[in-house]
Nanobody
């Protein structure tokens, strides 16, 4: 069964950058579309970005467009989320998820596989 592990979170100042990684074991990540989600304290989890199986198609939440970039390296069984120009509103636990496609509206029920999350804190 596919298992996902996120890494790369931490504390960063506003305007800074972080690169999150989603690593897979127990299966081939290249067989799945991969989404990134986040959950801020006291808020519902929301979709951030998604990348198709081939990597040819990506989508982003409006709040992160132009600042975040999703990419994949199927040879390394990983998907990355490069986050630039971070804002305090980007603070939260970031999760990666694997599923058959990138759904409309970042629907979570499409994704059967989820990681445990990595904390991102943007604060001065």
């Amino acid at each position: 069964q596919l298992q996902l592990v996120e890494s790369g979170g931490g504390l960063v100042q506003p305007g800074g950058s972080l690169r999150l990684s989603c690593a897979a074991s127990g299966g081939t990540l290249g067989f799945y579309a991969v989404g990134w989600f986040r959950q801020a304290p006291g808020k519902e989890r929301e979709g951030v970005s998604c990348i198709s199986l081939s990597g040819d198609n990506t989508n982003y939440a409006d709040s992160v467009k132009g600042r975040f970039t999703i990419s994949r390296d199927n040879a390394k069984n990983t998907v990355a989320l490069q986050m630039n120009s971070l804002e305090p509103e980007d603070t939260g636990v970031y999760y990666c998820a694997g599923g058959p496609l990138c759904p409309a509206y970042f629907r979570e029920d499409v994704y059967p596989y989820w990681g445990q999350g990595t904390q991102v804190t943007v604060s001065s």
